[in-house]
Structures are given as structure tokens and as C-alpha cells.
């Protein structure tokens, strides 16, 4: 019984006082943030060069490597 009050005491102290639970932490590490991930450049003359710039973003809070980017 002594375990269960424990225990109890314990689950209160952590998520505090009126049973609410502790806020979620945002997570560490890179985190990529891209706003457009598609592009379709419609119908190219064979020849023609196509440009398009993607706005991509470190929103993390360690360094992000790009390691491999594939095209279609």
C-alpha cells in the first residue's frame, strides 16, 4: 500500500500539482523546412533550360546536411 501511495505522490510531482501533463518539447537535432517539395516544369523543347529556385530551411537547432537530392 505504502507503494501505491508512493507511486502516486511521485505522478503528481511530475505532471504537477493538478494532474495536468508537462508541455511537449520541441525536438533537437536539424530540421528541414521546404515550402514547395514538387515542381512540374510542364512540356520542355528538348534543348530548352529549365531554372527553378526551392526555398528550403534549417528550422532545427544543429546543422542540416542535404545528402542526397534525386530528380525526375
Known amino acids: 500500500m505504502?507503494?501505491?501511495i508512493l507511486f502516486v505522490i511521485l505522478i503528481t510531482?511530475?505532471?504537477g500539482a493538478d494532474g495536468r501533463s508537462l508541455p511537449a518539447q520541441e525536438p533537437?537535432?536539424?530540421r528541414i523546412e521546404?515550402?514547395?517539395e514538387?515542381?512540374?516544369a510542364?512540356?520542355?523543347v528538348q534543348g530548352e533550360?529549365?531554372?527553378h529556385v526551392f526555398d528550403i530551411r534549417n528550422a532545427g537547432d544543429e546543422v542540416l546536411e542535404?545528402?542526397?537530392v534525386q530528380t525526375s
Open 2 to 4: 505504502k507503494k501505491v
Open 13 to 15: 510531482a511530475v505532471c
Open 28 to 30: 533537437k537535432g536539424p
Open 34 to 36: 521546404v515550402k514547395e
Open 38 to 40: 514538387h515542381y512540374d
Open 42 to 44: 510542364g512540356k520542355v
Open 49 to 51: 533550360q529549365v531554372v
Open 66 to 68: 542535404i545528402q542526397k
